[in-house]
């Protein structure tokens, strides 16, 4: 199999979707991030809605449902994640998908427990991205228009819900750097600067 694949986990507000766009468009291969939610209900004849529910990330209206109830003093994390717990077999009808795009062509995937879904592709890479935390924050006051509070209780409540997403499907544990080829700290060299040193590093490692 020549096709080569190269799964990325981010924190909240680290960038590490923009990375991987911009990664993608130097390799001149495709990114599938929130595009696999459409593709597995095309599958499987679901709204996308029913996978939303189901996504490590909730969708727009979930984000701003959790905005509005960060400033509520009966706001808690069990109630807003409730609402985005994934049934098994929805996380199969997306892994199934995941498998399918690697298999038939080489592509940058962001997150949806992609690192342990292709663990046995022969040629992947695996790439996690932090950042800074006070970065972390003035990048989602800048996204959201919200407070430095809101953005950090932002970042607590999503960075928790991706990690019980990965941790409850995969064996190894979101952000450990043991279950990764690479993890950098975008706060470093910048998003530009972090991918291309990443592009440099995926170079080397899969001889492109």
């Known amino acids: 199999m020549n096709n080569y694949v190269i799964t990325i986990g981010r924190e909240l507000g680290s960038g590490g979707k923009t990375i991987g766009e911009l990664m993608g468009k130097q390799l001149g291969i495709p990114v599938y991030d929130r595009r696999l939610i459409m593709m597995a209900a095309q599958e499987?004849?679901?709204?996308?809605?029913?996978?939303?529910?189901?996504?490590?990330?909730?969708?727009?209206?979930?984000?701003?449902?959790?905005?509005?109830?960060?400033s509520s003093p009966f706001a808690s994390f069990s109630s807003l994640y409730s609402n985005s717990m994934s049934k098994e077999s929805l996380f199969q009808v997306q892994a199934d998908i995941i498998r399918q795009k690697a298999a038939e062509e080489s592509c940058i995937i962001v997150g949806r427990c992609s690192d342990y879904i292709l663990r046995e592709h022969p040629r992947h890479l695996d790439i996690f991205v932090r950042a800074n935390f006070e970065d972390r924050v003035a990048q989602l006051m800048k996204r959201h228009g919200c407070t430095d509070k809101e953005a950090k209780e932002l970042i607590d409540r999503i960075d928790a819900i991706r990690s019980d997403y990965h941790n409850f499907y995969a064996e190894t544990n979101w952000g450990d750097s043991r279950a990764y080829d690479i993890c950098v700290n975008s706060s470093i060299l910048g998003i530009e600067g972090t991918a291309n040193l990443l592009l440099q590093f995926v170079r080397n490692a899969l001889k492109l």
């Open 44 to 70: 499987s004849g679901l709204a996308p809605e029913v996978f939303e529910k189901a996504d490590e990330t909730p969708n727009k209206g979930m984000m701003s449902h959790i905005m509005r109830t960060l």
